[in-house]
DNA sequence: GTCGTATAAATCGTACACGATAGGATCGCA
DNA sequence: TGCGATCCTATCGTGTACGATTTATACGAC
C-alpha cells in the first residue's frame, strides 16, 4: 500500500524482474570469451556441465536439470555432436530416447574449463556465507515464481 | 580452496550463474500469459514501461536503460510499432538518432498494465525488507560482473 | 570548407527460448 | 490382442540476444 505499489515503477533497474534478467546476461558477457576460446556458448557449456556430472543422460534429463525443452535442446545438441563433444544414439531398450553422451574429447573438455569456474567465481565479489545465503533466496525466490505458473491461470 | 573450489559443482542448480539464469526464465513465464493478453512480449514490456516513464526517447536512450543495443531493439521497436504502440521518426536537430514515440493507444496501455505489476509483486513471496535487501545484492552483483567483462580481456 | 573520426541506427548471421504441433514408441487395460 | 492414452523427441514459427559490419550523419581540427 505504499506509494508505489502501484503505479509503474520509475524505473527498470528498480524492478526485481529486470535485476534478475540483466545480472543473467551479464554472468552471459563474462562466460562468453573465455568459453568462446573451448567453442561453447554458454547454454552448451551448461549440457556439458550435466554430462560431466552424470554421462549418458536422455534429453529429457538434461531438459529436467537446465529446465529446458526438446525443441531448445534438440538442435543444441546437434551442435554439439557436430563439434565432436557428445554422440547422440537411440535407446535400445526403448526407443522413444535418445541418450546423450561424452565423447573422449567431450570429457577432455572438462580440464580446460576449471580456470573459467575459478576466475568467475573470484568476480562475484562474495564470501562464501553471502554466496550461499544469496543462492537460497534466489532460488526461493524461483520456486514461487514456478508454483505461480503453475497454476492453470484462471480464466 | 575449499573441496568444491575447483572441481565441476556436483548440480547446475547449485550455480549462481544458473540459480539467476533459471530466475529469468521462470519471471519470463509468470509475466507470458497475462502481457499476451495486451499483445506484448516481456522485452517489449521493458520498452514501454521504460517509455512510460520518459516518452519520446531516441533508440540509443532506451537502449542505455534496458542494456541492449540497436541490432537487438530496432526489430522489436518496429514491432511495437507495428502493433500501434510507438511512433518511430529521425530526429530533425540530428538525423542519425530515431526517437520513439508513444502513441495514445501505447499510453492506455499503461492501466491494463497495473494489475500484471500487482500480481507478480505477491508471487515473489518477500516483504519490503527482503526485496530491498535482494535486489541490492543483485545489483551489486551485476555490477561486478559488469566491471569483470569491461576488463579488455587479457590475452 | 574539407577530411578524419566519432556516433547512431540498421543489417546480417548464428544461437537460444518457447508455444504449438507432429510422429513414433510404449504402456495399460478392456 | 488390440487400441486409446501417454510419453519422448523432433519440427516449425516467432521473438529475442548479440558480435560484427554497414551506412549515414555530426563534429572537430585544420
Known amino acids: 500500500m505504499d506509494s ?41 557449456y551448461l549440457v556439458m556441465l550435466t554430462l560431466w556430472t552424470d554421462d549418458a543422460l536422455s534429453v529429457g534429463q538434461i531438459g529436467d536439470r537446465l529446465r529446458q525443452d526438446s525443441n531448445t535442446l534438440t538442435p543444441l545438441l546437434k551442435r554439439l555432436e557436430g563439434l565432436g563433444f557428445v554422440t547422440r544414439t537411440r535407446s535400445a531398450a526403448d526407443e522413444r530416447r535418445v541418450v546423450v ?23 562475484v565479489g562474495l564470501d562464501e556465507g553471502d554466496l550461499a545465503q544469496l543462492m537460497e533466496r534466489i532460488r526461493s525466490l524461483r520456486d514461487n515464481l514456478d508454483a505461480a505458473a503453475a497454476m492453470t491461470p484462471p480464466r
Chains 1, 2 share one sequence.
Open 4 to 44: 508505489r505499489s502501484d503505479a509503474s515503477p520509475s524505473r527498470v533497474d528498480d524492478l526485481l524482474c529486470f535485476l534478475v534478467h540483466s545480472t543473467g546476461a551479464a554472468f552471459n558477457r563474462v562466460y562468453r570469451k573465455p568459453l568462446e576460446r573451448l567453442g561453447l556458448t554458454y547454454p552448451q
Open 101 to 123: 553422451r561424452l565423447t573422449a574429447e567431450g570429457r577432455r573438455l572438462r580440464e580446460s574449463v576449471a580456470e573459467v569456474v575459478g576466475c568467475v567465481r573470484e568476480t
